[in-house]
């Protein structure tokens, strides 16, 4: 009886863990190495030839990292100082690291000390889509490929001038110009 009880606790204990999304946290995490290959998918294609939207869930995992699927196509977030483009200086433009879609450039990109890459502009408001985000209890607002519906991350109203805001974007929804190469036609 005694060893039920335990086995029973234990259990829900697993349980509780599980929906408390504890192991998907020590997962969100992935070395540089494995972020070096995103983006890779899109040697393949013309990105903007591509029906994105067509894309299937399939289709995602297979062109993607773990934590790139997680991020981009299910909402997820990477850890904070684990990404590749955090702390990059380099000149350029940062693309959607799902369709190739151009979104951020360097020249707006801020250190915030928040360990995700930060950017006060986007390089064009119509490529990228915002909606209320109510998850986990607060209210944020959402960025997202307008292109391809990459979640990319949140944006908040405590940036730097002349916009005020801070785009708090994960680097695995991000490809560097230097980093990607496309198929031209
Ligand atoms: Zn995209």
Redo the contacts with the bound molecule.
């Keep these: 009886m005694t060893k039920l009880k335990y086995f029973l606790v234990f259990l829900t204990l697993i349980i509780t863990v599980n929906a408390m999304d504890i192991f998907n946290f020590f997962r969100k995490s992935e070395n540089t190495e494995t972020q070096d290959t995103i983006g890779s998918h899109l040697k393949k294609v013309n990105p903007s030839k591509t029906n994105?939207k067509e894309k299937t869930d399939e289709y995602w995992k297979e062109s993607m990292t773990p934590l790139q699927y997680n991020v981009?196509r299910h909402e997820g977030t990477e850890r904070a100082f684990s990404g590749k483009y955090w702390d990059e200086k380099r000149p350029g433009v940062y693309?959607?690291?799902?369709?190739?879609?151009e979104?951020f450039k360097s020249d707006t990109k801020f250190k915030s000390g928040t360990g995700w890459p930060s950017f006060y502009d986007v390089v064009t408001k119509e490529n990228i889509t915002l909606k209320t985000d109510k998850r986990f209890g607060m209210t944020r607002t959402e960025a997202?490929?307008?292109?391809?519906?990459?979640h990319l991350g949140h944006v908040f109203e405590d940036g730097p001038k002349p916009t005020g805001l801070r785009y708090c974007i994960n680097s695995v929804?991000l490809v560097h110009s230097e980093d990607i190469e496309t198929k031209a036609e």
């Design positions: 994105w981009t693309h959607c690291s799902g369709c190739g879609h979104l997202s490929c307008a292109r391809c519906g990459a929804s």
